[in-house]
């Protein structure tokens, strides 16, 4: 069952949609992103394949930083992204105390889940201002971190009164 957990753990960061202000190929220099939406318009989702259920669940509290240099994203990319695990809602309240339960995500002990970017392994430009991206990252959930995968797509939104 805690195996289950940790996949589901995983897609989190794999499906996570990091809102950001943006991405531009023509723009110069360092741009600095931080996931502090008062808005709650930056959103983490997970889909779980268990044996007894699947579960479809999300939080809005996402926060943290990137980085990165617009003309070399694959080597300056930095940053970290974290959720709160008293956060995640699955749609049934009783699952997601469940959830935060000491049996599962702990979430008095263990407040977070994140992931630090480590390095892209990939890079592929869709267009101009679209990335597709396969980063190397230290995943930390319940006390333990470990190197993972994930996938990620980076896209330029110029800046505007919406993107703010």
């Known amino acids: 069952m805690f195996k289950s957990f940790l996949i589901f753990v995983l897609f989190v960061c794999l499906a ?8 531009n190929l023509s723009s110069k220099g360092m741009q ?7 808005q709650e318009r930056n959103q983490a989702t997970f889909y779980s394949e268990a044996y007894y259920e699947n579960i479809t669940g999300l939080t809005n509290d996402v926060l943290g930083k990137v980085s990165f240099d617009v003309k070399d994203v694959k080597s300056t990319l930095s940053g970290e992204v974290s959720i709160s695990t008293s ?8 699952r997601d105390e469940h959830l935060r339960s000491v049996s599962w995500l702990n979430s ?16 592929n430009q869709i267009e101009d201002n679209l990335l597709k991206i396969v980063l190397l990252g230290e995943f930390s959930l319940h006390g ?8 990620a797509t980076m896209k330029y939104l110029v800046e505007s009164e919406t993107t703010k």
Do not use: C, M, P, W
């Open 16 to 23: 996570a949609n990091f809102y950001s202000q943006g991405f």
């Open 32 to 38: 600095v992103f931080n996931f502090n939406d008062t």
């Open 87 to 94: 956060s995640i809602k699955t749609g049934i309240e009783k």
């Open 108 to 123: 008095e002990k263990y407040s977070n889940i994140t992931f630090r970017i480590k390095e892209i392994t990939q890079i």
């Open 144 to 151: 333990k971190t470990n190197l993972v995968y994930a996938n």
